[in-house]
């Protein structure tokens, strides 16, 4: 036979059962005591879009992924190795080329001497648009925003410099690291 109330109550402290206001009080109280506000449907749906779609941007503009030129080889994390004589345009001082062959980010070279190059990331600094590359100039087909080859801004749309990367080169070999 299963046990009656009174036997019940006689082994566990007495607590009056509460009645579902009450519960839904409580939950909304725990709610806004943990600083959350309770979540309807339509938000939940539109917080998980947002989320996906912030997933697939970061995804599709490389998403930390090592990048490589033609005939480069990924190097450990964070380096673009770049065969220089695979790009024409880095032949003669002064030459601009992107080196990342479009996978992972967008990444560009300058020749600044026989033996030295400056290296750029041409994710635009104002809005994330992949720059371009212009003659002996960069520029951000989004906005206007220009730069220099030494990744200044110097017109258009106001923002800030692009990003410069780290460059070693090897003559030798013809070989360029870039640390991204």
């Known amino acids: 036979m299963p046990p009656t109330n009174e036997a019940m109550n006689a082994t566990t402290t007495e607590t009056p059962l509460a009645s579902c206001e009450e519960c839904k009080v409580r939950r909304a109280d725990s709610d806004i005591a943990l600083?959350?506000?309770?979540v309807d449907r339509r938000e939940f749906v539109t917080r998980s879009a947002i989320a996906a779609v912030g997933?697939?941007?970061?995804d599709a503009c490389g998403g930390g992924s090592n990048a490589t030129g033609p005939g480069g080889t990924p190097g450990g994390s964070g380096t673009l190795t770049v065969q220089v004589p695979s790009?024409?345009?880095?032949?003669?001082?002064?030459g601009i080329a992107?080196?990342?062959s479009g996978q992972g980010t967008p990444v560009a070279a300058v020749r600044t001497s026989s033996t030295t190059f400056s290296a750029f990331s041409l994710i635009c600094?104002?809005?994330g648009c992949t720059v371009g590359i212009a003659t002996g100039s960069?520029?951000?087909?989004c906005h206007g925003a220009r730069f220099a080859t030494n990744g200044q801004w110097t017109g258009g749309?106001?923002?800030?410099?692009l990003t410069a990367l780290t460059t070693s080169y090897d003559a030798a070999n013809?070989?360029?690291?870039?640390?991204?």
């Open 98 to 100: 992107r080196v990342d």
């Open 138 to 141: 960069f520029a951000c087909p």
């Open 174 to 180: 013809g070989v360029l690291t870039i640390t991204t």
């Open 87 to 94: 790009y024409p345009a880095l032949a003669s001082v002064g």
């Open 157 to 161: 749309q106001p923002t800030g410099n």
């Open 55 to 58: 997933a697939l941007l970061f």
């Open 125 to 127: 600094p104002h809005f």
């Open 35 to 38: 600083n959350r506000a309770p």
